[in-house]
């Protein structure tokens, strides 16, 4: 049995509090947050939960083994460091800091102390984007050409943090994930509408090696709320509409056979096959995110999500703001 606790009980603490606390192997003891009135409801709702506004109660309480960092993204790089200090082994909610030293610093404490660090890059353990990373392993789509993707919504308008840093990240890990690289460059577009210097909307670009090229549109400030990813391939072509409630994953089967320059006219052949629709066993992304961290705590293995792959994140979102502050 792992004894467990959350810092921060907003909109993703309450989650990894309500999925926590219902694993058969988890003893989630504390939960901690500076809002009084947040701890009240917990309380309410979890009375068998210690509730407390300091970190340090979770920090030096020897028992707990793996701490939950879901607090202001300002506050990863402190309170992940204290708990690695005092040998926890922690998730921290994306982005796992706000730079890349802070990032480093945080990797190499994990080393030198022996534990696990590990990103809430959610969408990673969401079972559909495990299917397409199937998929393109697979060859079944062939060479990816390209991908893009749309986070926006009307809301969740934060006035420190941009909508890159607190959308871009879902989207960046899913792209370095399905592809199994980096970009040699990136480019961002944006505007702050809302606030001054605090980007509404971005559009960014990541091109890569292979000539494969990812666009992301990112908003807080749209009438839609969509949550969709296209991948293109020269075999087949996916996609994954995080808002449907049954249909999230889409194979279509189109695709361009060949180009006969010989004759005239209609000299490319187009493909327009059927359109497949996977069954799939959708478990909730969080809960297998926080089953992964308990696994890994027991068994001492690497994360999926680890040190390194928040920092090649964050590396990406530091040069579109980069890109953002040179037009």
């Keep these: ?7 921060g009980a907003g909109n993703w603490g309450k989650n990894h509090i309500r999925v926590l606390s219902g ?12 809002d009084e009135e947040k701890l009240r409801i917990i309380k309410r709702n979890y009375p068998n939960i210690e509730i407390t506004s300091e970190p340090k109660d979770i920090f030096e309480d020897s028992s707990i083994e793996g701490i ?22 922690v ?8 730079d890349s030293t802070s990032a480093e610093i945080l990797i190499k404490k994990a080393e030198e102390r022996k534990r696990i660090l590990m990103v809430g890059h959610l969408l990673i353990y969401h079972p559909v ?20 993707s749309q986070r926006v919504n009307l809301g969740s308008i934060r ?42 909307v971005v559009f960014l670009n990541l091109h890569f090696p292979n000539r494969v090229i990812a666009n992301i549109h990112i908003s807080w400030l749209d009438p839609h709320k969509v949550r969709k990813l296209t991948i293109v391939g020269s075999k087949k072509m996916v996609v994954f509409d ?15 056979d060949n180009i006969n320059y010989n004759s005239f006219g209609e000299y490319i052949s187009l493909r327009f096959g ?25 068994k001492r293995i690497k994360p999926v999500t680890d040190g390194e792959n928040g920092l090649k994140v964050i590396k990406i979102l530091e040069e579109a703001e980069k890109s953002l502050r040179n037009n």
């Design 91 to 98: 998730l921290v909610e994306k982005p796992l800091t706000l």
């Design 274 to 298: 059927d359109v497949l629709i996977p069954e799939l066993e959708l478990d909730e992304p969080i809960k297998l995110e926080d089953a992964h961290f308990i696994e890994c705590i027991q």
């Design 159 to 200: 006035k420190t943090e941009s909508s890159l840093w607190n959308l871009g990240p879902h989207d960046i890990s899913v792209a370095l994930y399905l592809l199994e690289d980096e970009p040699d460059s990136v480019s961002a577009y944006g505007e702050s509408y809302i606030q001054k210097e605090v980007n509404d």
């Design 68 to 89: 939950v960092i879901a607090s202001s993204s300002g506050s990863h790089f402190s309170l992940a460091k204290l708990a690695l200090e005092n040998d926890k082994d």
């Design 1 to 7: 049995m792992i004894n467990a606790a959350v810092i």
């Design 129 to 148: 984007v495990k299917k397409i990373k199937e998929l393109i392993k697979s060859g079944e789509i062939g060479q990816v050409y390209y991908l893009y």
């Design 242 to 256: 995080d808002m449907e409630v049954r249909e999230k994953m889409k194979i279509y089967d189109k695709g361009v």
């Design 23 to 34: 694993m058969d192997n988890v003893t989630l003891k504390s939960v901690c947050d500076i």
